[in-house]
């Protein structure tokens, strides 16, 4: 398999500040990206950058879109790990894409972002199918991410932190937990989001306990069946 089929690179412009997030993930963020800014700086007096992320918790809340805008401030070119294609039957196989993509990250001084990671980073010893070989692939994970160069910015994106291998777990300096939106943070998200439509098709029902992926979809759909109704009136 090419390793150009394994990654995603291209996608939407995401800025920082079009994504919603509390005040305790955006700090945490804002530390990270400055920490890369000053990276020199810092390492002058034995202070090391953190580069490995791990960004966890309800899906559908920005964790991916955190990671592109990320990469956009930083400037750097993001490698999406499409865990999909890249899990094999024969693990040696998978260990040895995943090698590649993380030298072709070294190479481009790249944000290597890894979605899903569950998938390849579950517990030794959870997988009934076959211990020995996640336990390997898990192993060489783990090594990579050791042996990780500075000039890479690890982020790696999970709904189920809790069936990670441990060993995994304590390699990233900073973990970052997405959970619903409160109503408040879910009101925010609406009037952002109908800002520019006319003042009666703001007036929707707003759905609340849902994440931010599920609050877009249903505002729009809602929205869309507002302004339809009213050019048919018309």
Same mark, same amino acid.
């Given at each position: 398999?090419?390793?150009?089929?394994?990654?995603?690179?291209?996608?939407?412009?995401?800025?920082?500040?079009?994504?919603?997030?509390?005040?305790?993930?955006?700090?945490?963020?804002?530390?990270?990206?400055?920490?890369?800014?000053?990276?020199?700086?810092?390492?002058?007096?034995?202070?090391?950058?953190?580069?490995?992320?791990?960004?966890?918790?309800?899906?559908?809340?920005?964790?991916?879109?955190?990671?592109?805008?990320?990469?956009?401030?930083?400037?750097?070119?993001?490698?999406?790990?499409?865990?999909?294609?890249?899990?094999?039957?024969?693990?040696?196989?998978?260990?040895?894409?995943?090698?590649?993509?993380?030298?072709? /990250? /070294?190479?481009?001084?790249?944000?290597?972002?890894?979605?899903?990671?569950?998938?390849?980073?579950? /517990?030794?010893g959870n997988d009934d199918k076959d211990v020995g070989e996640m336990r390997r692939l898990v192993n060489t994970l783990i090594q990579l991410i050791d042996y990780l160069p500075q000039t890479v910015l690890l982020i790696a994106a999970t709904n189920h932190a809790e069936i990670i291998d441990k060993a995994l777990l304590r390699r990233f300096q900073v973990q970052i937990s997405y959970d619903l939106p409160t109503q408040v943070e879910l009101?925010?998200?609406?009037?952002?989001?109908?800002?520019?439509?006319?003042?009666?098709?703001?007036?929707?029902?707003?759905?609340?306990?849902?994440?931010?992926?599920?609050?877009?979809?249903?505002?729009?759909?809602?929205?869309?069946?507002?302004?339809?109704?009213?050019?048919?009136?018309?």
């Amino acid at each position: 398999m090419n390793i150009s089929d394994l990654i995603i690179t291209k996608g939407e412009k995401t800025e920082l500040a079009d994504i919603f997030l509390n005040k305790e993930n955006k700090d945490a963020i804002q530390q990270l990206i400055k920490e890369h800014n000053y990276s020199l700086e810092l390492l002058q007096y034995g202070l090391p950058i953190n580069n490995k992320i791990l960004l966890h918790g309800s899906s559908g809340c920005g964790k991916t879109t955190t990671a592109k805008a990320i990469a956009q401030t930083l400037n750097k070119p993001i490698l999406i790990l499409n865990l999909s294609t890249i899990v094999c039957a024969r693990i040696g196989e998978t260990s040895l894409n995943i090698k590649q993509i993380f030298d072709k /990250a /070294a190479r481009e001084k790249a944000v290597l972002f890894l979605d899903e990671f569950d998938q390849i980073a579950k /517990a030794r010893g959870n997988d009934d199918k076959d211990v020995g070989e996640m336990r390997r692939l898990v192993n060489t994970l783990i090594q990579l991410i050791d042996y990780l160069p500075q000039t890479v910015l690890l982020i790696a994106a999970t709904n189920h932190a809790e069936i990670i291998d441990k060993a995994l777990l304590r390699r990233f300096q900073v973990q970052i937990s997405y959970d619903l939106p409160t109503q408040v943070e879910l009101n925010q998200y609406y009037d952002k989001l109908s800002e520019n439509l006319p003042q009666e098709i703001k007036q929707f029902k707003r759905k609340y306990e849902i994440s931010y992926a599920e609050a877009k979809d249903y505002a729009f759909t809602q929205a869309k069946a507002l302004l339809i109704a009213k050019l048919e009136r018309q």
